[in-house]
């Protein structure tokens, strides 16, 4: 059983004022892919070399299991590392590499080899056990050091951006033989990324971290559709959850619309005052019929799905948004075409917190006259 | 190791570069000439090599046989070898002894004001050496140290440690430190990582800073022959020894001259070897 949990836990760097990891609680279960994201310079890799015990803790403690391992040396702890940049020991070959952390704890070479050999086998490393490094792609690099952190039988493995240097389609590959050589192994890992879909598809629960504060930590599906807060709704999903701040005044406008929410929102909304963000997702947001015109800016057919890119007016000022919409789509740039929303709708405070989910529709408005008969829109 | 012809650089003139090149190969010859007349005066009798410039003559062994002829009383070239290959290496293993764990504590893992110790190693260089010669003159001859190898192998220790340190702390940093942080949760202590990450890695440079240290204790001249004239001097001070105030002495200074650059000539090439291997190694990436 080996469970991880953060309490508390703070790193602020020598000459530096602000926490890079700001008293994090973070609850990691038995045998769970936690993935820790966040833009570049949130604390992740910070976060994580806590747990491995190559960053001192200023504040709170760690455990791992049931130890506390807040002053515990990385060699004691239990752990295994995956690097950036795989960190493999250029002068050593492959099995060397992979047995090292063996030989370091004094396992008997009969059975460093055969534990080497297993875990090759898994990898497709067989092959390769007596090569150097630098004679191998890029991709076998990253097995290899897969594979030392797996030869070991760590309680814990830690991977700082492991997928990073390949490229995009080998990344997706080794993408899903991560999540199922983890599944199999069933050892608790922590898996930093900064990449949004890696974090989604992989883990079963993701962890969102900005400077250094954790914003929220749930499974994919309740941070896509009930992201705590405006950085978490504006972070996760691409392209990103169309944000608009609609200001303080009622009923909602979205630009000469007025935006009627359902029930809930209705009774929500009358809860709070201040300035308002209004948030729907590009598939909420439907683009042809509708009681609001929107330019087109430019349109992204990627053969599956057609984002589009749409400008409007709104408060006096230019708005941009992006609709999803399912292919054939046939608007051009410069086209003038409707808007509607069809799906969640979402409400922030002013301070950002999501006050309500719910779903909203927009009311055609008293546009001028006129206005809503120019050029038909290329329906769907 | 051939490299083939050098890339050629859009933009630039071949007639310029070539002139260019010319020159130095002057300069360079410039300067090995003389090392050249020495090597050919060795091979000279005392009177071709005192005759006017001659490039022609019969090749003769007998300067050498000449100054490596032991009389007694006199430093022997055997006896000066000796003391100096001692001098030499016991001072660099102790070099190295001590400046791989100092150059780990300022590179690797820095301790609390680095800066201030690494200047501290450098600023011990600032003494002018005749400055301070007669204290440590002084010192030997209380501690009953003038004329043995011990001297010269704590002056030299003491001379080049500072230097060893910052060019291993150089090297060292160069190290990435993803890789000792590896190591380190792979379950490697000091002694782990030492061996088997940076060690190795650092091999090219270790070479380096070795050849200096050798070089410089091979070559001192100063201190030996101040502490030590009459017991335990070096090579250099031997060579010295072939100068006589009766006769000619030119081709057989020339043959003692080529007799103490041939080790560390030898030293350079088997560094310069360990070197190359070390970098085609792909020490880093
Ligand atoms: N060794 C260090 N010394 C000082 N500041 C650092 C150091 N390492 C990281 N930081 C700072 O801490 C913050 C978090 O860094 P990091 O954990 O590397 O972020 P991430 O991995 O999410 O990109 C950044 O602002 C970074 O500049
Ligand atoms: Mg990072």
Known sequence: MTSVRYDNATRTYEGTSVPAVDALDLDIGDGELLVLVGPSGSGKSTALRMLAGLEPLDGGSIRIGDRDVSNVRPRDRDIAMVFQNYALYPQLTVADNMGFALKQAGVPKEERRTRVREAARVLDLEPYLDRKPKHLSGGQRQRVAMGRAIVRRPAVYLMDEPLSNLDAKLRVQTRTEVVELQARLGVTTVYVTHDQVEAMTMGHRVAVLKDGVLQQCDTPRKLYHEPLNLFVAGFIGSPAMNLVPVGDERPLRLGGSAIELARPGDAALAEISGAITVGFRPEALQVGEGPLRAKIRTVEDLGSEVFVHLSLEHRGQPLALVSKMMPPFDGEPGDSIGLQIIGATHLFADDGSRVVSTTATLQAASAPAGVASDASPAAP | ?285
């Open chain 2, 1 to 285: 190791m051939s490299d083939g012809p050098s890339p050629r650089v859009v933009g630039e003139s071949r007639s310029v570069n070539g002139a260019f090149g010319l020159l130095a190969w002057v300069v360079g010859l410039a300067y090995f000439f003389p090392v050249f007349w020495m090597v050919l005066n060795s091979f000279k009798s005392e009177l071709d090599a005192n005759a006017s410039p001659k490039l022609f003559f019969h090749p003769t062994l007998d300067r050498y046989r000449d100054v490596t002829k032991s009389t007694t009383g006199l430093l022997s070239f055997g006896e000066a070898f000796t003391n100096s290959a001692v001098v030499v290496l016991v001072s660099t293993l102790i070099v190295l002894t001590l400046a791989i764990p100092a150059a780990y504590a300022l590179a690797i893992r820095p301790v609390a004001k680095w800066r201030d110790v690494l200047f501290f190693f450098i600023s011990t260089k600032f003494l002018p050496v005749v400055a301070s010669v007669l204290p440590i003159w002084i010192l030997a001859k209380n501690l009953n140290l003038l004329n043995t190898r011990m001297a010269l192998i704590i002056l030299y220790t003491g001379i080049n440690l500072p230097l060893a340190v910052w060019m291993l702390r150089s090297f060292f940093r160069e190290i990435p430190r993803e890789l000792i942080e590896a190591a380190e949760i792979d379950g490697a202590g000091l002694k782990g990582q030492l061996t088997s990450i940076i060690l190795p890695m650092a091999a090219p440079g270790i070479a380096a800073t070795a050849l200096l240290c050798v070089i410089f204790a091979w070559n001192e001249f100063f201190y030996a022959v101040q502490l030590n004239p009459v017991q335990g001097s070096t090579v250099p001070i031997w060579v010295t020894t072939n100068i006589s105030t009766r006769g000619d002495f030119l081709a057989k200074l020339s043959a003692a001259s080529v007799l103490a650059c041939i080790p560390v000539v030898l030293a350079g090439w088997i560094a310069q070897k360990r070197m190359i291997r070390g970098l085609a190694m792909g020490a880093i990436k």
